[in-house]
């Protein structure tokens, strides 16, 4: 599964992001500090690969039973580019209680960190495992990469549902109903002369 899943993202181009990181976003587009959330026209669901490993993943613990996931982001730490993602906790205004994530083609060490007692707790992510931060490690503790713990191409893809209030909204409801599609489909994309064209891969 883990060939197939790096395989099928190939289809898609890698986009520059923060700490030598690439990444691919599927879901809604959010401003945090504003707090103003988008549904991008040309978003047309996951990668059709993410619904077999989301199902997989449910069925792992009760707790993820009832997981709907409105966001896959996929990001490639680049050891040759010192990759690292710096400690953080994810949105709390638009991202919900569990956070789901999968490590692939390299292992890795999660940080995490509790600023108000100064504790910090290191994880293994074994290549090919699943992780699961909810509850208090969720809101309370800091998490990263650092990028000491990079020792190879790391390809993490993650899933974040939405917040109760923001489930309940208009946008809310859309944006899960288009999460739901059966699956985005890829393109490649080159350089002709400055422009771009799109070959769609059956
Ligand atoms: O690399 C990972 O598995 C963690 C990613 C992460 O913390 C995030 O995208 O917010
Ligand atoms: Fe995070």
Known sequence: MERQ???SLQSWPWQPSQSGRWKQDFGPKANFKKQQVKIPETWEGFPSCSHQLLELLRGKTETLRDFEAVECLSLWYDSDRGAS???HVDDLWLWGQRIV???LQSPSIFTFFDPV????VRVPL???SAYLINGRVRV??????LAEDIW???VAMTFRELTEPMAQTELGRQALERAKLPGARGFQRSRVCGGCFGLFLL
């Not at 007692?117 to 910090?120: A, E, T, W, Y």
């Not at 309370?140 to 990469?145: M, S």
Request: proline share 8%.
């Open 140 to 145: 309370d503790w800091q998490h990263g990469i």
């Open 117 to 120: 007692n100064s504790v910090c």
């Open 126 to 128: 074994p290549q090919r």
């Open 101 to 103: 994530g999968v490590s």
């Open 5 to 7: 899943i790096l395989q």
């Open 85 to 87: 993602h710096a400690l």
């Open 152 to 154: 190879g191409p790391r």
